[in-house]
């Protein structure tokens, strides 16, 4: 599968821990971007990266969330600290133009 | 006021039916737009993008009114598997590359 993926699909965690989630996106891509959905609303965006440089992050992306790209492939978004509302579908997506989307990880902070 | 406006329907259609589905956007200088198409607890799938020109993919078309920020998709013949929630989509809006959806409006095709 030549997609977009990401690790975990689902994540149970408790209010106060820590969570990671992975992103790999299409190989050829360069740009890479995080999206959040909570029910009934469209995804809204986080953050860019391009190669490994973040260039962009919405006001959404408090000090509590961190995004790597460290090595321009794969990306990683931590959240510490976890509160109740960041339950939410986490998508990540590749592209330019067009932006492919990965199956996301959805959180639920107990 | 939303970047990205739609009708949250739902709109229920019988089987063969025609539907059309409204988008307003706020910021003129919004650069691509595009309709996505999300199936429940799935991720966002690209629909086609959506020209000026108005564009047409098998029973699907698109048009774009620039003057007045104006997106629509109709279907045509609709299918009980076009059952989704379409996503209004906008590129470029307040500069860069990220996406601006609207909230996404719900489709239910029945027999």
């Known amino acids: 599968d030549t997609g977009v993926s990401q690790d975990p699909r689902h994540k149970i965690t408790k209010r106060g821990q820590n969570v990671t989630f992975r992103c790999d996106p299409i190989?050829?891509?360069?740009?890479l971007y995080w999206y959040r959905q909570t029910l009934g609303q469209g995804p809204e965006f986080l953050t860019y990266?391009?190669?490994?440089?973040?260039?962009?992050k919405s006001r959404l992306l408090s000090d509590r969330f961190s995004a790597e790209r460290p090595k321009g492939s794969f990306s990683t978004l931590e959240i510490q600290r976890t509160e109740q509302g960041d339950s939410a579908m986490y998508l990540c997506?590749?592209?330019?133009?067009?932006?492919?989307f990965g199956p996301g990880t959805r959180l639920t902070v107990l | 006021r939303k970047e990205v406006e739609q009708d949250p329907g739902p709109f229920n259609v019988p089987e063969g039916a025609t539907v059309a589905f409204n988008c307003t956007y706020s910021?003129?200088?919004?650069?691509?737009f595009f309709w996505y198409r999300q199936d429940c607890r799935k991720e966002p799938k690209l629909l086609m993008s959506?020209?000026?020109s108005g564009n047409e993919d098998g029973r699907f078309t698109a048009q774009l009114n620039r003057a007045s920020q104006y997106i629509s998709l109709l279907i045509r013949d609709s299918k009980l598997s076009d059952s989704a929630t379409y996503l209004c989509?906008?590129?470029?809006?307040?500069?860069?590359?990220?996406?601006?959806f609207g909230t996404g409006t719900q489709l239910k095709v029945e027999l």
């Open positions: 910021n003129s200088a919004s650069q691509s």
């Open positions: 990266f391009q190669n490994e440089a973040q260039l962009e």
């Open positions: 959506v020209y000026s």
């Open positions: 190989s050829e891509h360069n740009r």
């Open positions: 997506a590749s592209g330019t133009d067009t932006q492919y």
């Open positions: 989509v906008v590129r470029g809006a307040g500069g860069g590359n990220k996406l601006t």
